[in-house]
Nanobody, 124 residues
Framework: QVQLVESGGGLAQAGGSLKLSCAVS????????MGWFRQPPGKEREFVAY????????GYAESVNGRFTISRDNAKNKAYLQMNSLKPEDTAVYFC?????????????????WGQGTQVTVSS
């Protein structure tokens, strides 16, 4: 059974940091590109970051560029999202997702499997 399980969410103060993890099982992780998306309260889901299967290509949303860092450990079947300099507008449910093409993209429709999400709340 394919599973993506996010962890590491919680409450942080503005200016603080959190690191999200995404544990992947049931598929060949090293072949997958991974993406992080988020859904702020009352809004549509939006792209945050992606990383290609070999880690050679990375992309960020403009709103997080320079503050967030996506990474992966193919030996551990995990993807990560390091979030620094958090802002209240970063408050959202964060989802990780897998793209079997391996390339990665900001388009959510390219991702075939999703986790259930982890809540991140940033207080001012």
């Amino acid at each position: 059974q394919v599973q993506l399980v996010e962890s590491g969410g919680g409450l942080a103060q503005a200016g603080g940091s959190l690191k999200l993890s995404c544990a992947v099982s049931g598929r060949t992780f090293r072949n997958d590109a991974m993406g992080w998306f988020r859904q702020p309260p009352g809004k549509e889901r939006e792209f945050v970051a992606y990383i290609s299967s070999n880690g050679g290509t990375i992309g960020y949303a403009e709103s997080v560029n320079g503050r967030f860092t996506i990474s992966r450990d193919n030996a551990k079947n995990k993807a990560y999202l390091q979030m620094n300099s958090l802002k209240p507008e970063d408050t959202a449910v964060y989802f990780c997702s897998a793209d079997r093409t391996g390339w990665g993209t900001p388009r959510s429709s390219n991702y075939d499997t999703w986790g259930q999400g982890t809540q991140v709340t940033v207080s001012s």
